[in-house]
């Protein structure tokens, strides 16, 4: 299946991709629900933890600032029923940069721009640590989603706590590479649960082959990603 990703080269080193996440009915035919941002090296991989590192100082959080309106600029124009969920690191919350960008964005597209909070694995917080840019991210008018769930900083007590002000909420099945399917299943058929009572958008990352789309097909609950 040919991969339907926009991509959008801004230099030489760094540029998005955005990947679609899909609803997928019994039949595997995909319709596109919304679009993820992804950063990109110039051989078309994540670009690893110097660019992460270099989130968490001023010069670097510029750089994503410019690379990203210029990818939404180009995506969005025109395209008025696109709808486009950018990551954001919580060590990016710390720039007054980062709020000037979101403000902008979110008079500039509305609706057509949310917020997908990552977690960062080498850090772990108390539950209430992003309570606040939460909170602000919201009064500007953003719908959230929480990425990577269980993983890292974005464990079960801090999604439990942000229910009532987030959209959706995301699992990678690479977390469970080393589980077998019995033991992936149970954890997909959990939080499938968790996110049914607060009808959350539920999407699962990282769907490698036709066998894995299959098995979530057909679901109205559930968003593929990675596939397609």
Not at 74 to 79: A, D, S
Not at 103 to 115: E, F, T
Not at 144 to 157: K, P, Q, T
Request: with cysteine.
């Amino acid at each position: 299946m040919k991969k339907n990703w926009v991509k959008t080269i801004l230099n030489e080193q760094l540029h998005n991709i955005f990947q679609p996440i899909l609803r997928v009915d019994q039949q595997l035919h995909a319709t596109v629900d919304t679009y993820e941002m992804l950063m990109r090296d110039a051989a078309g991989n994540f670009p690893g933890t110097d660019f992460l590192t270099s989130l968490t100082t001023p010069g670097g959080n510029e750089r994503w600032i410019t690379i990203s309106q210029a990818s939404l600029k180009n995506t969005l124009m025109g395209h008025s029923q696109r709808k486009i969920y950018i990551n954001i690191e919580p060590c990016q919350l710390d720039f007054a940069s980062t709020w000037k960008f979101l403000s902008n964005i979110h008079q500039q597209y509305g609706a057509q721009v949310a917020i997908e909070l990552t977690e960062r694995r080498e850090t772990l917080h108390d539950p209430e640590y992003l309570d606040h840019e939460i909170t602000r991210l919201r009064r500007i008018g953003f719908e959230l989603a929480i990425d990577d769930v269980c993983a890292g900083s974005n464990s079960y007590a801090f999604v439990a706590r942000q229910l009532g002000t987030i959209h959706r909420i995301k699992l990678s099945l690479l977390l469970f590479k080393n589980e077998d399917q019995t033991t992936r299943q149970h954890f997909v058929d959990a939080w499938l649960t968790f996110a049914a009572e607060p009808q959350l958008d539920f999407v699962i990352e990282e769907i490698a082959d036709r066998k894995l789309a299959r098995r979530f097909a057909g679901n109205p609950t559930i968003l593929q990603q990675g596939f397609y």
